[in-house]
Nanobody, 125 residues
Framework: QVQLVESGGGLVQAGGSLRLSCAAS????????VGWFRQAPGREREFVAA????????DYADSVKGRFTISRDNAKNTVYLQMNSLKPEDTAVYYC??????????????????WGQGTQVTVSS
């Protein structure tokens, strides 16, 4: 059974930084892409960033390009989301997720079937 555990969320002032971590269980972690998504109150869950199984491909939502960086360390079964220049509109619960198939690289939320419990990020103005 795959488990994904996010950490690193918190309260930060606008312009500040946070680094989220997504720790995964299982020996096949390195064969899966990983995505970060977020959900603000009253809004649908939205794509933030994704990284391929090798780390060679990454994608970002337009709203975070140039400010967020996704990376992974397969030796540690961990994916990171470095968030800089945070804005109040970045406030949300952030989730990491794994797609339903090995080597599948996708930014579509419905392609992901294993999710972490989420970590709250709050950016004050």
């Amino acid at each position: 059974q795959v488990q994904l555990v996010e950490s690193g969320g918190g309260l930060v002032q606008a312009g500040g930084s946070l680094r989220l971590s997504c720790a995964a269980s299982g020996r096949t972690f390195s064969t899966y892409a990983v995505g970060w998504f977020r959900q603000a109150p009253g809004r649908e869950r939205e794509f933030v960033a994704a990284i391929s199984w090798s780390g060679g491909n990454t994608d970002y939502a337009d709203s975070v390009k140039g400010r967020f960086t996704i990376s992974r360390d397969n030796a540690k079964n961990t994916v990171y989301l470095q968030m800089n220049s945070l804005k109040p509109e970045d406030t949300a619960v952030y989730y990491c997720a794994r797609p339903h198939a090995t080597y599948l690289y996708t930014v579509t939320v419905t392609d992901y079937d294993y999710w972490g419990q989420g970590t709250q990020v709050t950016v004050s103005s």
